[in-house]
C-alpha cells in the first residue's frame, strides 16, 4: 500500500499525466487516478474486488442511500460520499466523502443513544427503599455509640 505525496495510505494516485482517462474504459478504474487499495481476499483479485465495488456504487441511486444527516451539518449527498470515499476525483474530495461519513456515523450514534435514554426514563420505576429504619438509627439512634464526642 502506498500514497503519492502525504496522501491516505488505503489510497494510490496512479496519475502519470493530467490527461483524465475515459470514463467508459475499465482501464479508468484502475490507472490514472486515485485508487482504492483493498487487500486481495481469497480466490478475488484486488482488481476484481475494486471493478465489483465499481459497478455497485454505479447502481446505487439517492432513494437507496438517503441522506441520513440534516443538510445544515453537511449538504454532500450520501450517495456521492459513498462513490467518493471508492474512488475519489481528488484528495479534497475523498476528504469530504470521509467527513461526511463519519459525521453521518456520529450522528447515528448520537440519535440512538438519545433514543435509549428516552426509553429508559418512560420506563416505570421500582421502589428500592427499605421501611427506613436504617436511616432512622444512623440519625436518631444511640449517640453513646457514635464516634464522635461533644466537645463542651
Known sequence: ????????RRFRSTRRSSRSPDPGSDASIHMRRIVPVHRATEGLPARALRELVHSTL??????AAPNLIPASL?????????????????WGALEQARRHLVLTEFFGMQ????????AQRAEPGEKH????????RCTHGSRSRSPRRRIA
Open 111 to 118: 440519535l440512538a443513544i438519545a433514543a435509549q435514554h428516552e
Open 74 to 90: 453537511d449538504d454532500l449527498p450520501r450517495a456521492e460520499a459513498l462513490r467518493q470515499i471508492h474512488f475519489p476525483d481528488s
Open 129 to 136: 427503599a427499605g421501611s427506613g429504619e436504617l436511616m432512622r
Open 1 to 8: 500500500m502506498g500514497s503519492q505525496s502525504g496522501g491516505d
Open 58 to 63: 454505479a447502481l446505487l441511486t439517492p432513494a
